[in-house]
């Protein structure tokens, strides 16, 4: 009989292995499910794993949308570590949107004539001001009410959503869009420079690759994150030493706010140049598997966060080459951090082959 | 007075999705698990029962297929927190987006499809009843069996044995494991109990009250629903309560509507959703009164220690 074993500790091999194992059994789940759908399962992986590395337009596209990815993940990070359940993110990235976005609206209609390098980053920054003051909601009712941040933060999505829809179907419509819900397209000085000519991909990229590292100093290398840590791990102990449980409440929510602001107006004023009902594609959810594949940590982020962003682009490509329903990249997230689940019980536990144990004859 | 007992009757209609899967979910937490996949399997059985109720066109076969649905979900979600003790709130959280994709992968085919005629419901003699009879006894059957459900957990709960060894699983896992009960499979019974009715309504949603399929119909009803249960302290007839609250305050933006008040619509769809916040801050707002109430094992994983 196979039986799972307690390991004496957890295996620090296994908590880097499981996340390449859940990836493969997804990879087999994956070429089962096109074989069922009648697609040649190589052809179909190749749409995920190998089209959109061969060109430099499939390259920047996979860095342009891992992005977002990427910063909502590591901001995450800093919220699962502090043991607090924020699952807002896609919120916190559309009101980042929408302040950040609305700062470039404003500058547009009233013609206010400045420099790019100063007009970007206000607008970057008003979305990162925008994703605080919707994750700080949750940190008050948390805070002075209690209330579960799991729901809270998921119902202000919706909110968000909601609001987002009232302005640009509403006040913000762009009234010689044709009666379409969108906004001007805003004026260059607001926009993000491009990284890479000829290619969508914006200096946002850069910025992203420069907060992995400052998040990796903050949550590794510094007294407040390893209070923040702690707090997590062993809420007794961060009590015996004094660590406050409210400030790490709200340092978590406000920095993974500020992050998925972040993203949100890079969204906005990078490759959409307006707002439109549809400014986040599910990035914040996203980002949630991002932020587990990645093992709650900056640099695994990273990586995560490119390896989901070919999957949404081989969603895509598998629609205009293979004609597959889009959806199917939400299939293969789900399972992958559902595999992921699966997988990680092998750091703790280890599978033993014993012997079914003899009974004596009757 | 007829729109009363027709906004009545809409707020029981609205409510009765809610009701089924807060007393799923009610079941759950009575005996210590968590499923923050409401919302993943509310999705799949929703698209299960609309694709059961196309090609067959039997109602009652759709709830079956969306209970069935449910319980698969459920099931592969126990086994993993109760056997593999991983984490309950990443792995509901992956129900969830699992759910959704999948749902939307399967639901490709049926966006824009129709159902059959809509049948009306009327329980002899009592419909005929004036404003009553609008009001209550026009619902669909389920409606009515959501409500005997709630009795019925009620009744199983607090005057059963078998809802004693339940809550008490809920409660204290060790204890009842020392007197011999086989924790993990009551939990795994409770957990696919859960996804079972979470099922049911989730195919009520697009089968009955919508009727069509479109990606992410329930629109956050299971996180209503998950909300509902520290709103009725764990009680039976409180999650009835709460959820024809929550139906009448979704029923609330469309007759505000209809009244002509000057609110951009975007705002009256924020209500359900604003309303879950509030509620929860103002239950929550006593730590005592939640923890008194609370299964206390409540989201933590049990090994035992034979």
């Known amino acids: 009989m196979l039986r799972l074993e307690a390991r004496p500790q957890p295996s620090r091999a296994m908590s880097l292995a499981s996340p390449l194992l859940a990836l493969a059994l997804t990879v087999v789940i994956a070429a089962i499910l096109f074989v069922v759908l009648g697609k040649d399962p190589l052809r179909g992986l190749s749409m995920f794993f190998v089209e959109p590395l061969r060109t430099v337009r499939g390259l920047t596209e996979v860095a342009l949308k891992a992005t977002p990815l990427v910063l909502c993940a590591i901001g995450l990070a800093v919220c699962y570590r502090a043991n607090v359940w924020n699952i807002g993110a896609e919120g916190q990235f559309l009101l980042g949107a929408i302040v950040g976005g609305g700062v470039a609206l404003y500058v547009t209609t009233h013609g206010i004539a400045a420099p790019q390098w100063a007009m970007t980053p206000v607008v970057l920054a008003a979305g990162v001001l925008g994703g605080m003051a919707w994750a700080s909601i949750t940190a008050l009712l948390r805070d002075r009410f209690n209330a579960n941040e799991i729901l809270v933060s998921l119902m202000l999505v919706y909110v968000a959503q909601q609001l987002l829809n009232w302005l640009v179907f509403g006040p913000w419509k762009d009234p010689a869009g044709f009666n379409f819900p969108q906004t001007k397209t805003f004026v260059a000085s607001t926009l993000l420079p491009n990284l890479v000519p000829q290619s969508r991909l914006h200096v946002g990229f850069a910025l992203m690759l420069v907060l992995v590292g400052v998040f990796w100093a903050f949550l590794f290398r510094s007294w407040r994150g390893f209070q923040l840590q702690v707090g997590g791990l062993a809420p007794d102990a961060a009590r015996y030493a004094g660590f406050s449980s409210r400030t790490a409440l709200w340092t978590a929510l406000l920095v993974s706010g500020g992050m998925a602001g972040l993203a949100g107006a890079m969204e906005a004023a990078g490759p959409l140049r307006q707002l439109t009902p549809h400014v986040s594609t599910g990035y914040g959810f996203t980002a949630i598997i991002v932020c587990f594949v990645g093992r709650l940590h900056p640099v695994g982020c990273l990586f995560a966060g490119i390896l989901l962003s070919m999957f949404l682009i081989g969603g895509e490509l598998g629609q205009s080459r293979l004609g597959l329903p889009n959806a199917l990249t939400g299939v293969f997230q789900g399972l992958l951090l559902f595999l992921l689940l699966a997988c990680d019980t092998l750091i703790h536990y280890r599978v033993r082959w014993h012997p079914a144990p003899r009974r004596a004859a009757a | ?306």
């Open chain 2, 1 to 306: 007075m007829n729109e009363i007992a027709l906004l009545i009757a809409a707020t029981i209609a609205a409510g009765t999705p809610l009701v089924l899967a807060g007393l799923g979910l009610l079941i759950n937490e009575k005996a210590g698990v968590l499923n923050l996949g409401a919302e993943g399997m509310m999705l799949v059985a929703a698209i299960a029962g609309f694709a059961a109720a196309f090609h067959s066109g039997n109602q009652w076969i759709a709830f079956g297929a969306g209970a069935a649905a449910g319980m698969i979900l459920a099931a592969g979600f126990g086994v993993l927190v109760i056997w593999l003790n991983t984490n309950q709130y990443a792995t509901g959280l992956a129900l969830s987006l699992f759910g959704f994709g999948f749902s939307a992968f399967v639901g490709v085919e049926y966006v824009g499809k129709k159902l059959g005629e809509h049948v009306q419901y009327a329980v002899p003699f009592l419909a005929d009843l004036p404003f009553l009879g609008p009001a209550l006894f026009k619902q669909h059957p389920l409606a009515y069996v959501a409500m005997a459900l709630a009795a019925a957990l009620a009744w199983f709960l607090y005057r059963s044995r078998q809802g004693l060894v339940l809550r008490s699983i809920g409660e204290s896992p060790d204890s009842a494991h020392s007197l011999g009960y086989g924790v993990r499979w009551i939990r795994l019974a409770a957990v696919v109990a859960g996804g079972a009715l979470c099922g049911v309504a989730g195919a009520f949603l697009s089968v009955v009250y919508a009727p069509l399929w479109v990606e992410g119909l329930t629109a956050g009803r299971g996180w209503i629903a998950l909300a509902l249960t520290p709103f009725a302290t764990w009680r039976p007839a409180r999650v009835l309560l709460g959820a024809y609250l929550f139906g009448g305050v979704t029923m609330l933006q469309f007759s505000l509507q209809g009244a002509g008040v000057q609110i951009a619509s975007q705002f009256l769809s924020m209500l359900p959703y604003l309303a879950t916040i509030v509620v929860l801050a103002l239950i929550s707002r006593n730590p005592a009164w939640i923890r008194i109430n609370m299964p206390a094992s409540l989201g933590k994983p049990f090994h035992p220690s034979s």
